[in-house]
Structures are given as C-alpha cells and as structure tokens.
C-alpha cells in the first residue's frame, strides 16, 4: 500500500510554501522534515510537554496534535521567525539570553512561541500570571526560576521597545 | 587589564543560537537519504522467545532491511559489556543487542526495522511477528529478595553483589551506645527524563571506510570505544559527534545503548545513513531509571545525639540488568555519611535483579537514597533526644580543622574517601539565617492560629565530585588571535562553552568573546571519559586551564624573541603580549602565533612575518628547537588522585491542608559549596534544576509497575514532571567557597547538588507538619491523607537490633515540653511506627 499524500499551502514565518505531504504527517513532522525548519522540537509526541508549540494565525498550538493536512492555508509562526525583521532577537529571546531562562535548550522552542503570544495578550503581567502562562510546558533543567523570570523580563523589553518606536515616530 | 572572567555570571554563548531554532540535536541532522529505524520491543516482562517472523514487515512498501539477533555476528552477537566491573560484581548480566533468545524487561529490543520513513518503519515493526513463551515476571525489591523465581536461572538469590565497607566494629559501637534506635527507609523508583530522549545517527563512508556517529551521549569517547569494539573497526575509523544534547541527567552516560551499536551497523551493512529518535514512550520503558531502593539503619548515639556507631544495610533494585556496575549502590553506601563522621561505620548492599528497566545513574547517582536515610535518621535522633534536629547535626559535623578526611572506605571511582575541604558549621549557621530557622516556632505559631499547618525540614548533603581518571583540553590561539578550545566531555546543557572560555580567557589574558570551545568531538579531542558526577568543571575546567598555561608560556617565550625582551617583563593582556610598564611596545596574540609557526609559503599578509626570508631569523637555532614545536597550540590532562568533595545544606518550609493534604512548598533555601565559583549564573541554574528534580522525586514522580512488569505510568500524561506551577516558587540560595585543596582553579562539582537532600528535607518538613512518620518517598497528597486516615495499617519498621525493646514514636514538642526528660512518659500517639530502645 502506498502512501496517500496531499497538497497543502502554508505561510510559515512569512514565506510561501507548497509541499505534497503524506496526509498522517504531523505538523511537527513537516515543518522538521518537509521544510526542514528543525527549531520546533518533538518532546512527548502527545500534547503534554509543550516543546513543539507553534503560533497558528498567531494562537499557541501543539504542532505534534496537528495533521500537516489540516493546516493548509494558514500561518505558522516557529521559533526561526521570531526574531525581528532587522536581526534583533525578539524581548522573549533577548529575556531567555538575559536571564539564563534555558539550560540545555530542546523545551525552549516551545516557551518562546507561547510567551510570545501571551505577552502579546498580557503587556504587563504579574509574577503569579508569568508563572500561570508557562505552567503548560515541561522543562527538565531549569526548574523554571528564570523561565518565570524570563517571562516578566520579556514584556518589559517589550515594553522599552514599544516606547522607543513610539519617541522615534513621534521625533519625525 | 583584561576584565577577570572567572567568577563572573557572564552570559552563556550557547543562548543565542539555541533561542533562534538553530540549535543542531540529533534528530536535526539528515537529509533525503537518510534510513529510519524503529524497534520492535517486547511487551512482556519475561518471556522465551519462540520465533520471530519479519515476513509481512518485509512486504511493506519503502522497508529496507528487518534485523534480528540472527543476523547479528561476532562480537555483536554477545552480550553488551558489563562497563564498570567490580570485585563484588559477582553475577553481572547484561543484554544483548537484539534479544537472543529471552526477554527480561517490557521495551528490551526484539527487532529492528530499517524504512526510508520513520512512519513507515514503525508500520512494519507491527507487524513482525514475535512468538513469546510468557514467564511470570520478578517484579520489586521484595519479590526479587524472596527470590522464588529467579531473573536469570545462574543468579542464585537474583543477587548480582553483595559488597560490605566499614571501618570500626559498628555492630559493638551500636550495641553500647547509650541510646538506640533503628528504621527502615523506602524510595521509590524515578528516572533522568530529559526532555530529547536518546538518538543516533550513523554514516558510512564507504569510500574512506569511516564511520560517522552523531548521538545524544554524555561520554562520545565511550561511544567510539564500544563501537569499534563490537562492529570490528580500528578506533581510527570511527569518529562520535555528540551535537546539541536536550538534557541527560545521568541517563546518557550509559554505552553503548542497543540502538548506538545497531544503527551504525544497519548504515554500514546497507551503505546508507541511517537515524533512530527515540520516542517518549521508548524513554520510559527501554532507557533507564533509578532511585528504587530500601535501607535499614541502625544507630547507637549519645545524650548530645552524637552518633557512635551506624549499621546499614541497603537493598538496590537495579532492574533486568548491570551494564553500570556498582556505582549507585557505592554512591549510597558512601555518601551516606555526609558531613559527619560516625565513630564506627559499617554498609552492606545488595542488588537485585528484577524483570524491569535497567537502573543506572540519574542524578544524584544514588546519593538521594543515602542522604535521605542519614538525614532522616539524624531527625529522629533529636525527635528522641527532644533537641534541635540543627543541634543534633552540629554535634556531629566533622570540623573545619580535620580536613583532609579520610575515612577509611572506597569511593566509586575506586579510591580513597577522603574529603579534601569544607566548612559545614558555617553552612549550617548560613542555612539558618537564610530559612529563619530561629524564628519558625513563632511562624508556626501565628500559622496555627489560622488553622494552617506548617513544618520545616532540613537536610546536609556532601558530594564527592569529579572523580577520575583524567579529562584532557586542547588550546590554539589563531593568527587571528582567535583562541580555539576543544575538550572531550560532552555537554548537555551546563554551558561548558561558556565556563570553559571563560577559565581560558583569564589564563591567557584574551578577551571572552575571543574564546570559543568544543566539545565531545572525538575528531577535536580523542581522550576523554565523559560527563557525569559532577566532573565538568573540575576535570575539564582545570584541563584547559593547565593547556592554556602551557600556551601562555609559549607565547611569552615567543613575544620574548621577538620583542628582544626577558620573558619575566612581559605579560600578556587584553589578547597582546605586552613589555610590563610600556604599552607602546607589544605584540598582538594572534601575530605571536603566525612567528611561532616558521614558514617556507607565506598564505597571507601576517604569514609573511613567519617566512624564510622576512628577516626574523635568528640563525645560532634551528627554527624549531629540538623538543619544541610548531604553532601557539598545547594540550594537557588534569588527572586528580582523589575526588574532590563539594557539600551543601538544604531546607523547606512547607504547609499541609489539614483537609486535603495537599502538600505546599512555601520556602525554600539553599546553602551550597562547590568551592571556586567559574560562573555563578551557571551554578544557580544547575541548583534550581536540581531542587525542582529533588522536589519531583520527594512529592510526584513514580515508576507505576504492576505485578506483570508493566509500566502503567509511561508516558508525561501519567508520569508527573513537575510544571513551573508543581516548583517553589523562589529557591533562596546562599553560596560558601571553600576551595578544593586538590586542583588548580579550586573548583568542585555543581551538577547534581540541587537534587541530592531535597527528599530529605521535603520528608522532615512533613513530618514535622503532620507529627507522624514519613517513611516512604515520593508521597502525595492522597497518600499522605491515607496516612492521617489509616495509620495502624502502615506496617511498622523492622527492629534489626540486637534485643530490641520498647518502640515508640515520641512528638519532639510534647517531649521538648515534659518536665521529665525520660521519654517513656511521654504520650504516645495512636499512628506510632518508630522503633526506640532506651538504655
């Protein structure tokens, strides 16, 4: 028996792609074999240890519960297309640099595309929210101190950054 | 002068690479070509293997090859080595590659398939065909002592060791103690779980006759050696990469696995790359775990709880099989005493074979399980005593002035137990002021009044680390002035990149950022012993510092050349040899290295300095002097004659529902000495790591085996790693440097401290909430409300004392609070399990 395979479109980090994939491939497993993008990492390969978060059309989504097939047409976000557009490492990056928020770094993937969006939702969270927002990902090295640190130090780059764009288009 | 880079949190240089997705793990690695295996592994515990029928996986579209033992020839046909053999290592058995002709555990590998997809290959490995005899399996320490079914028929009593250390006669230490006591003590099983689990990928060169091995180790040098050994290669043949690691915690040390012997095998037999990623659930039921263990203590001390003779025996589960010797066992039994010194000492352990996963370090490596027993045993002295449990301690630390210790035990890496250095007074006086220790009665107090219940627990820990034999590193300085680092030992996320540039940094006088080291390369540094125990830093550490001196020394002999000046006037500076009191004349490194190289072809503008013709010749000596050499590059081996021995001391406050049971962490402090600090963001990333593993291991994680040997809990839905949510929130730290005696930089391990006492510590605390006592680790909450519940049917410990008297469990508050100091008048609550005797 043959492999039954599918079309599918997908924009993942802003870049058109069109890929004939076998319809049980998960999404996890396109983006690391089909579009060789192997920052998004596989922990658990059911849904519990949040490694292989992504960002569908910008919502935090377990990539290994997702069939490739079931995402044509949508936008994926991992963690190769968070840095910003001139190079800089996104606040999230920048906090996880900052704050020693990762040791060994194969979960880390996964927390930078969820705090994106939760920083995103929440500009100035509290240490308790911080702590709530990754409380659905598995780290095994860092026993979360700087992760939870990390998150508070994230929305406060944000924040300077936010600020800086505002004086600059307001000096213009 | 160049900023001092040791002892610094400099930022690690890993970081920005892994936080963009261009970490390289792996799974990562391969292209098109690439073959995929999956294993068919066994779904019985123990069970004969009739047949094996690869036929209808054969027939399945893109299937390369099926393997089974059969194919297997030569050295790969017998079983796996036994890596660390010991005198008392009597019985050791080990698997095979592909199961021979029985299975001892569920996830022993029966079979390989080889697809060109990793989902095809698993479709296929349904549908090998495994006819199984199904034997009742040995499952559990005490299943496994009773010894009525045997693991393997030539294993009487399922006994693999017996090995007993002492010093002193303990058992007359004991016996005319004036107050004796005695209990059992019971871990359960957990495992390193790092979050990529194991993987491999191998490729022939069939042209060279070379083998490539990627894999997801803690020793690459072990890897090469056992690969070669069993595919029949020249170690010259075959180079091991580890690349970007997620995570080992003692697991990845093991060597080879299965998979690391028959993927390089199928890539050579089939001329093919071929990679396996170890899934989740392979994790759970065919690596490793660890922990299990039960320990009978009996102790003999005075009216200051000063203890005068230890009697323990241990009982270790170390699974179907002994690939790893004795070391966790040796790590318990020695451990154990932690920062005191018991006036007669003596250990017994046995370990058993039992039809479940192979145990091997995690960790801790075993250290968990004897701390826990000692500390654990010191509460109770001062619960009985009606003291301090701090009091109790301090009467027994051995004392700053008697360094070095030696106490007449061997250690695990073979040698002598001798601690070098430490200062455990003044850690207990640190730890106090960090938890408030002084002041907890009034927190109590003012907590009860609400009708909340606290306790606080309290644990010592002392970890020899960075035992032998040897780490080598090798130190280049470019013509660039680039400085090229290479080590053997593998990394899996202690930031050896960062430490180790950062001690090199400071010994040749360049800046950090021009620092950049490998590591685990065979092809980059083929001498190596791994990463484990704690040893990253104390070995490797100190061998790039002892390479880049003897770099430093060339390079100031070079610069002395060509400077014209005596080398005792120079230094070297912010990447310069520079003339001490006159900037204006210096050298860069980078051109000490194009002159320290002498040239017949000049490649480019700095090399012309080096050639024939350039006129720095000096002609009374041959350009390279006999005994020297070409290049700014050296290499050089740290090799310790004993371990270096870090310590630390743990505490918890924690709150338990007098509803529910739930169990809260609401403080948590540590005090640790790992002496000379290289990076102190490093080490406190290494303890929060540690206490939220020592916080799993107390209050969540278990190895759920029902009685057919089957895993109930193997996957992260049932197995509960702890979430940020499940941690303290906060772990208050405080460090002590007590510098080794032993190595150049001072330096002791930092890997496993966070781990080791937490159980202990979690233990104490509970009991000292709950007033009733914790014997057995993990406990949740529905245990612990069991326990309230139904006391009387906890079984109550085994009295191994000669004689054995009254036994009572006395409430330390109502004893502390009795006018009469003889306990026997005391109340004694209905959930009594403790044993005493008093003379």
Avoid at chain 2, 228 to 252: H, M, N, Y
Avoid at chain 2, 452 to 460: A, D, P, S, Y
Avoid at chain 2, 463 to 476: K, L, S
Wanted: with cysteine.
């Amino acid at each position: 028996m043959s492999e039954q395979t599918a079309e599918v479109r997908l924009r993942v980090n802003g870049i058109p792609y069109l890929r004939e994939i076998p319809v049980r491939r998960t999404l996890c497993d396109v983006l690391r074999m089909d579009l060789e993008l192997t920052g998004t990492h596989v922990g658990c390969e059911h849904g519990v240890c949040g490694a292989c978060t992504i960002l569908l059309d910008g919502e935090p989504v377990r990539s290994c519960l997702l069939l490739g097939v079931t995402v044509d047409g949508h936008d994926i976000t991992t963690v190769e297309g968070l840095t910003e557009d001139d190079g800089r490492l996104s606040p999230v990056q920048q906090a996880f640099v900052d704050c020693h928020g990762l040791q060994c770094g194969f979960c880390t993937p996964g927390f930078l595309t969820t705090i994106s969006s939760f920083i995103e939702e929440n500009p100035e969270p509290t240490e308790e929210e911080a702590r709530e927002a990754v409380s659905g990902n598995l780290c095994r090295c860092t026993g979360y101190q700087n992760i939870v640190a990390s998150v508070l130090r994230a929305a406060e780059i944000a924040r300077e950054r936010s600020s800086e764009t505002t004086e600059e288009v307001s000096t213009r | 002068m160049t900023t001092r880079s040791m002892g610094e949190p400099v930022k690690r240089v890993e970081d920005p690479r892994l936080v963009t997705g261009k970490g390289r793990y792996v799974d990562d690695i391969g292209d098109a070509r690439t073959l995929h295996a999956a294993f068919v592994r066994s779904p019985h515990a123990r069970a004969l293997i009739r047949d094996i029928d690869p036929f209808e996986a054969y027939e399945v579209e893109g299937v390369v090859g099926v393997f089974t033992w059969d194919d297997l020839e030569g050295a790969l046909a017998e079983p796996l080595p036994v890596l660390i053999p010991h005198p008392d290592l009597t019985h050791a058995r080990t698997g095979y590659p592909l199961a021979k002709d029985r299975v001892n555990h569920v996830g022993e590998p029966v079979a390989m398939v080889v697809a060109t997809d990793r989902y095809v290959a698993e479709d296929a490995a349904g549908l090998v065909r495994v006819d199984y005899d199904v034997l009742e399996p040995v499952v559990g320490i005490e299943k496994s002592a009773a010894a009525t079914l045997l693991v393997h028929d030539d294993v009487p009593g399922n006994v693999a060791a017996v090995s007993t250390q002492s010093y002193g006669d303990a058992a007359a230490a004991v016996a005319a103690a004036p107050h004796r006591l005695t209990f059992e003590w019971d871990i359960e099983r957990s495992a390193c779980m790092p979050m990529e689990g194991k993987g491999v990928h191998a490729k022939w060169d069939s042209d060279e006759e070379r083998l490539t091995l990627w894999t997801s180790t803690q020793t690459s040098t072990g890897v090469r050696g056992a690969v070669s050994a069993k595919l029949g290669l020249e170690l010259t043949q075959v180079d091991v990469i580890t690349p970007d690691v997620g995570g080992g915690f003692g697991v990845k040390i093991v060597h080879p696995w299965p998979e690391e012997l028959m993927v390089p095998w199928a890539a050579i037999r089939l001329n093919r790359p071929v990679k396996w990623t170890e899934d989740r659930r392979e994790h759970f039921v065919s690596s490793a775990h660890e922990r299990a263990q039960l320990l009978t203590v009996g102790v003999g001390f005075d009216d200051d709880g000063k203890v005068l003779g230890l009697e323990v025996d241990i009982l270790h589960d170390h699974g179907a099989y002994i690939p790893y010797g004795l070391i966790v066992p040796i790590n318990s039994s020695t451990q154990l005493l932690g920062p005191y010194h018991p006036g007669a000492y003596r250990v017994t352990f046995t370990s058993l074979y039992t039809n479940t996963v192979i145990v091997t370090p995690y960790r801790g490596a075993g250290r968990p399980q004897g701390v826990y027993a000692m500390e654990r045993t010191m509460d109770r002295i001062a619960q009985y005593l009606g003291k301090d449990r701090m009091a109790v301690r301090e009467a027994n630390f051995i004392q700053p002035d008697e360094f070095p210790v030696d106490f007449g035990l061997m250690f695990q890496d073979g040698r002598p137990l001798r601690y070098d250095s430490g200062n455990y007074p003044e850690m207990a006086e640190k730890l106090k002021s960090l938890i408030d220790w002084d002041d907890f009665e009034q927190t109590r107090a003012s907590a009860a009044a609400e009708g909340r219940k606290l306790g606080i627990g309290v644990g010592f820990y002392v970890e020899g680390t960075g035992p032998g034999p040897y780490e080598g590193g090798h130190v280049q300085v470019l013509t660039s002035g680039k400085v090229k680092v290479s080590t053997g030992l593998t990394s899996q996320g202690q930031g050896h990149q960062t430490a180790f540039a950062q001690v090199v940094a400071d010994e040749l006088g360049v800046p950090f950022e021009d620092v950049v080291v490998t590591t685990g390369d065979t092809r980059r540094f083929g001498y190596s012993v791994g990463t484990f125990a704690s040893r990253g830093a104390v070995m490797s550490g100190n061998a790039v510092a002892l390479a880049a001196r003897k770099v430093r020394e060339r390079a100031l002999a070079v610069a002395s050349d060509a400077l014209e000046v005596d080398v005792e006037d120079l230094e070297l500076v912010d990447g310069k040899v520079r003339v001490k009191g006159d900037p204006s004349s210096e050298i860069p490194l980078g051109t000490v290295a194009v002159l320290s190289n002498p040239l017949r072809y000049a490649f480019d503008e700095a090399s012309k300095a080096a050639t024939q013709f350039a006129g720095t010749t000096d002609f009374s000596k041959p350009p390279v002097e006999p005994g020297g050499k070409p290049g700014l590059d050296d290499s050089d081996y740290y090799s310790p004659a004993y371990s270096t021995f870090a310590a630390g001391a743990h505490a918890a406050i924690v709150e338990t529902d007098p509803e529910t049971a739930e169990i809260k962490i609401l403080k948590y402090a540590v005090v640790h000495d790992c002496g000379k600090i290289i990076n102190p963001r490093i080490v406190e990333g290494q303890i929060h790591g540690g206490v939220a593993q020592g916080v799993a291991g107390a209050l969540y994680e278990i190895m759920a085996y029902d009685e057919a040997g089957q895993l109930t809990n193997a996957s992260f839905m049932d197995f509960l790693m702890p979430y940020a949510s499940e941690v303290p929130h906060g772990i208050e730290i405080d460090h002590l440097e007590t510098p080794s005696t032993l190595n150049p930089l001072g330096v002791k391990g930092a890997g496993e401290a966070g781990v080791i006492p937490t159980s202990a510590v979690i233990a104490s605390a509970i009991e000292d909430a709950e007033r009733m006592p914790i014997v057995r680790m993990p406990i949740s909450p529905s245990e612990l409300f069991d326990l309230r519940r139904r006391p009387r049917e906890v079984e109550p410990l085994v009295n191994t004392m000669p004689g054995g008297a009254v036994a009572t469990w006395i409430d330390p508050r109502s004893v502390a609070d009795a006018t009469s100091q003889n306990p026997t008048t005391t109340d004694v609550p209905a959930n009594s399990r403790a044993k005493k005797e008093s003379e």
